[in-house]
């Protein structure tokens, strides 16, 4: 597609249970980030891959989540043991960074929306 | 940390009256974007400004860099109901030599017709 997909749009989940997230960016786009926004609030910023590589995680909430990227293309955000406070959407979005410190539009995802019960 | 305060949080306006959202940052930025979010979407790009003092004007929509780039203002001129979502500013920080990129609290704007 010509867009960011996320997937799956919802998942819903126990509380204690592992759950992954996937995004696949647009071609091309050598950046990837991965956000949180709980309801009515903005967004969080979790994790960014430049490439395969993610020079800051600084924004992981804890070490229950992480994330990967493969091929330059798709990204994966784990959550492991998921708790009631989880519940969110993750949003995924992705540029072409040209050069470092000049970034371009970053164009999002619909985003997943999760729901620990 | 880059932090970047977003002001005021929300706002709401009769049709017709102008808007003003405001960011701010403690440190100096590389450039800065922003975003808009409309109810049960997802942000969608509206505008990056990168040099010092920068004006940018998208129809009603008037977006500015201040001269030491550190704040952004953005402005829209008789306000209409399609206006009405959270607008977010998007900052790379100085100091950073990567991509990341960090968004504000966002301004909620609701629109009384």
């Known amino acids: 597609g010509a867009g960011v997909s996320q997937s799956p749009s919802n998942k819903v989940t126990e509380k204690g249970k592992d759950v992954e997230l996937r995004c696949d960016p647009i071609?091309?786009?050598?950046?990837l980030y991965w956000y949180r926004q709980r309801l009515g609030q903005g967004l969080e910023f979790l994790i960014y891959?430049?490439?395969?590589?993610?020079?800051?995680k600084s924004g992981l909430p804890s070490d229950r989540f992480s994330a990967e990227r493969t091929g330059e293309s798709v990204s994966t955000l784990t959550i492991q043991r998921t708790q009631q406070e989880d519940s969110a959407v993750y949003l995924c979005?992705?540029?072409?960074?040209?050069?470092?410190?000049?970034?371009?539009?970053?164009?999002f995802g619909q985003g997943t929306r999760l729901t620990v019960v | 940390g880059q932090q970047v305060m977003q002001i005021p949080q929300y706002q709401h306006v009769q049709e017709g009256e102008d808007f003003t959202t405001y960011c701010n940052s403690s440190?100096?930025?590389?450039?800065i974007q922003w975003y808009k979010q409309r109810p049960g979407g997802h942000p969608v790009f509206l505008i990056q400004?990168?040099?010092?003092?920068e004006v940018k004007k998208q129809k009603r929509l008037t977006f500015q860099f201040g001269e030491a780039k550190k704040n952004s203002s953005l402005h829209i001129t008789a306000t209409q109901t399609t206006d009405v979502g959270t607008y977010f500013c998007?900052?790379?920080?100085?100091?950073?030599?990567?991509?990341?990129?960090?968004f504000g609290q966002g301004t909620t704007l609701q629109v009384k017709p």
């Open positions: 979005a992705s540029s072409l960074v040209v050069q470092v410190r000049l970034n371009t539009e970053a164009f």
């Open positions: 071609s091309g786009h050598t950046a």
């Open positions: 891959f430049q490439g395969n590589s993610a020079p800051d």
């Open positions: 440190t100096t930025l590389s450039n």
């Open positions: 400004l990168v040099k010092s003092g």
């Open positions: 998007a900052v790379a920080p100085h100091s950073s030599n990567t991509g990341k990129l960090i």
